[in-house]
């Protein structure tokens, strides 16, 4: 019954977008309509839209929690012996419940965007955004109910759904998607406001202003929405680890680069209006990209390790609103972009032009991202696919992303417009940093060496002086702000959220040099009583123990554990580590639970793969270094980037 | 000003498109060692291809051809739907949807001896996803049933 009145409510969002988008963008005085009037208006109908989308939603996810499998969606992918936590995150984890989060966030997004109304020129730009938007709801309502109803039905009702997933039934499964989604679906905002400004002819600091928040917003989302499925990744076996340049991973990466280009040009925009052409383009591009990774991954049109079973409809359906966006965002901007004004110039050496070099280095490496990624489609077309990997990537990518790293720690000390100071002052300043760079790696490769026994050389060392310079530009630009305010804790919230972000990237890039150059690891045949050696860790495998199954409390699988002793150097254990394989009745499918150990300076990364036919246990013992930085790193950006967008809503609250 | 606008435009523009030209340069000095090519075990077996070159072999698990002594090397038999067959060698973990009669994707290199040494294993990753190229060259799916 809940099920019919949220499907009743999804079919009404459609007629409700519809209306939104032809009250938004048909000029308002034909109708005899005040401006004001027509505002009330569209802002009323995008919050009954977003308000009839969030009950279907709750709908279906009621259906998944009640066990209602007289819908067919939850027939296929729940069960009743399934903990809640993944009852509630099976409603995103298969396609059609996904595609009905992306239209929530999409129509909740609209409903944010609706909540505030405004006078004066803003208003027209909000206005027309929002019948943008409610285009996009349009489409992706149309392509839900068309080719992936989630609230399809099944008569009669089967008493037993088919279970997810084991592999879905994680953490990861919960948070990755709808991170992800509200990265890819904040910028359907952004490109709302660009396509509004390019409808209008006009792109000024005012508009910059008003679509910063929305693109810091988006960027955070997207930012954490990657290093969640990185982490989901790493953690999960047989995904290629915490990046393999896969398709999939890929296709998130090329919107978070341009994205990440967007929100540093919109600070020129919004500063001296030079580069508004350009930060328009990167505005279309990236939601264009976004909608892109949807495309791509729904329609199996890559293979990848992270693709699922897929319709060939669907994915004719979103290339067409894939093309139907380009052919109009692009169409739109091949004709206004002329007329738009150039704005203050700039010299080469200052903060713009800092912040152009940044633009550069990140699209031409998006580029060479886009290429890898549809190479073997491109190939196709001319005879058989032919697909590149990790090394076309590191060749390719990594030479563009070295000098970008490099200007990174210094662009936020350079002056806008054009330098000023005396040479004396900068070169002392560089001079500092490159000691604080290479103070902070001996910091780091002395603890390395002096807990474990490092994999190190020449370009390992040296990519790092590279993190610690990026570290150290952080945080020497949060000293910077500090003195001139002359109190570390009145730096603004801008000046904190790119300190932050900066020094951030930094303590990832080390984690991902260590991840991906210093790993230490051995697959072996243990005994029970038999010892082995990875790195400076010494593990001993004490025996193996299972568990049953216990639907009573959730747990609907039957578990083999492997307890592995970790020992002191005089043979006394420390700890144990216990990593699982997991046996899935319902679905005869198995999977493998690694254990892992967490330190500062390191993971200890166990994973229980099989049992020999001489007896042994197939053990995986790692060490992986510095890996918890990876994510610690991702979390301070997710944390500049939030504040980011704090500083920069307050500053549209003010105007 | 408008002077130096123009030229401070072209710094811009041409800084671009050195970056684009090296993103070239770049791109055609590191594919020719990379690609991977796709093929099926009686593509392999109608092809001259040396030793070291890798690539993409795509096909089912035969049934009951797969063996491991200690659990660490694994060999098993690879085949397609126009019948040609191909040994495959592969060390370390299997991946946990590794099934005799499932069709999988295993990348790696010819060993110059009849054998295929696989560096990387792709299995399904869901129980209906089929890559691409498999569906194409295999029925994974129809004959799934017989391998369990």
Redesign the interface.
């Known amino acids: 019954m809940i099920s019919e009145w949220a499907h009743l409510a999804l079919v009404l969002a459609l007629p409700m977008a519809f209306m939104q988008a032809v009250v938004a963008l048909v000029p308002a005085a034909p109708m005899g309509w005040s401006d004001s009037f027509r505002q009330s208006v569209v802002r009323a109908v995008s919050l009954i839209t977003a308000g009839l989308i969030s009950l279907a939603f709750l709908g279906l996810v009621l259906a998944f929690v009640t066990g209602d499998f007289s819908v067919k969606t939850t027939f296929e992918h729940s069960h009743t012996a399934k903990p809640l936590l993944y009852k509630i995150s099976g409603t995103w984890g298969n396609h059609e419940g996904s595609i009905l989060l992306w239209v929530l966030i999409l129509a909740v997004f609209g409903g944010l965007l609706a909540l505030r109304g405004t006078d004066g020129q803003t208003r027209d730009l909000r206005v027309r955004a929002l019948g943008i938007q409610a285009l996009i709801t349009l489409a992706f309502l149309a392509f839900t109910l068309f080719t992936s109803n989630p609230f399809e039905r099944v008569l009669p009702a089967p008493l037993e759904g088919r279970g997810l997933n084991p592999l879905l039934q994680d953490i990861g499964l919960a948070l990755h998607p709808p991170l992800l989604y509200f990265g890819y679906v904040g910028f359907s905002i952004t490109f709302a406001f660009t396509v509004a400004a390019l409808l209008r002819g006009e792109a000024d600091w005012i508009w910059a202003r008003m679509v910063r928040p929305w693109a810091m917003l988006a960027w955070t989302g997207l930012t954490a929405g990657i290093a969640l499925g990185s982490w989901w990744a790493y953690y999960e076996l047989g995904w290629g680890g915490f990046w393999a340049w896969d398709p999939v991973e890929n296709l998130s990466f090329l919107p978070w680069l341009t994205g990440t280009a967007f929100i540093h040009s919109l600070m020129v925009v919004e500063k001296s209006g030079a580069l508004r052409v350009w930060t328009l383009f990167l505005g279309v591009v990236t939601f264009v990209l976004a909608i892109l990774g949807t495309f791509v991954v729904r329609s199996g049109l890559l293979t990848s390790v992270h693709a699922f079973a897929v319709d060939p409809a669907r994915g004719v359906f979103i290339l067409l609103i894939l093309g139907l966006s380009v052919i109009i965002a692009f169409g739109l901007f091949a004709w206004r972009a002329p007329q738009f004004k150039p704005g203050r110039g700039f010299a080469p050496v200052s903060r713009e032009g800092a912040l152009v070099l940044n633009n550069l280095f990140l699209s031409t490496g998006a580029g060479v991202v886009l290429l890898g990624t549809f190479f073997p489609l491109i190939t196709e077309a001319f005879g058989q696919p032919l697909t590149v990997g990790k090394p076309y990537f590191d060749a390719t990518f990594l030479p563009f992303m070295v000098p970008l790293l490099l200007l990174m720690a210094i662009g936020p000390f350079v002056p806008w417009q054009r330098l000023r100071g005396s040479t004396g002052d900068r070169v002392r300043g560089l001079l500092t940093l490159l000691v604080v760079a290479v103070a902070l790696t001996m910091i780091v490769i002395v603890m390395l060496l002096w807990q474990s026994k490092p994999r190190l050389s020449l370009t390992v060392g040296l990519a790092m002086v590279l993190a610690g310079w990026l570290l150290g530009g952080g945080l020497l630009t949060f000293v910077q702000r500090a003195r001139a305010v002359r109190s570390p804790f009145k730096v603004s919230l801008a000046g904190c959220a790119v300190s932050l972000a900066h020094a951030g990237l930094g303590i990832a890039v080390f984690g991902l040099i260590a991840g991906s150059a210093m790993v230490q690891e051995r697959t072996v045949n243990l005994k029970p009583g038999d010892s082995v050696e990875v790195g400076h860790l010494t593990f001993r495998l004490d025996g193996v123990r299972e568990t049953q199954a216990d639907p009573s409390i959730g747990r609907n699988y039957i578990s083999a554990f492997a307890d592995v002793a970790l020992l002191t150097g005089k043979g006394a254990t420390k700890a144990i580590l216990s990593p699982e394989r997991r046996f899935y009745p319902v679905r005869q499918d198995s999977t493998t639970e690694a254990d892992i150990r967490v330190t500062w300076l390191g993971d200890i990364f166990l994973a229980f793969n099989t049992q020999a036919p001489d007896g042994g246990f197939i053990l995986t013992l790692s060490w992986r270094p510095l890996i918890p930085w990876l994510y610690f790193g991702c979390i301070l950006m997710v944390l500049g980037g939030l504040l980011g967008a704090i500083a920069a809503w307050r500053r549209v609250e003010r105007a | 000003?408008s002077g130096?606008?123009v030229r401070?435009r072209l710094?811009?523009v041409s800084?671009?498109a050195a970056?684009?030209a090296?993103?070239v340069l770049?791109?055609v000095?590191?594919?020719p060692?990379?690609?991977?090519?796709?093929r099926t075990p009686t593509q392999l077996q109608a092809m001259d291809i040396p030793p070291g070159k890798s690539l993409?072999l795509g096909g089912q698990i035969v049934p009951g051809s797969y063996t491991?002594?200690?659990?660490?090397t694994h060999t098993f038999m690879l085949t397609d739907k126009d019948g040609g067959t191909q040994v495959v060698a592969y060390?370390?973990?299997?991946?946990?949807?590794f099934r005799e009669g499932q069709g999988i994707?295993a990348?790696g290199v010819l060993d110059g001896a009849g054998g295929f040494d696989a560096k990387n294993l792709?299995?399904k990753?869901?129980?209906?996803?089929?890559?691409?190229?498999l569906r194409d060259h295999a029925d994974g799916q129809q004959q799934d049933a017989s391998g369990?």
């Open positions: 000003m130096s606008r401070s710094i811009w800084l671009g970056l684009a090296g993103a770049l791109i000095f590191a594919l060692g990379q690609l991977n090519a796709f993409r491991t002594a200690d659990g660490i060390q370390g973990a299997l991946p946990d949807l994707i990348t792709l299995t990753h869901d129980e209906a996803y089929v890559p691409r190229e369990q």
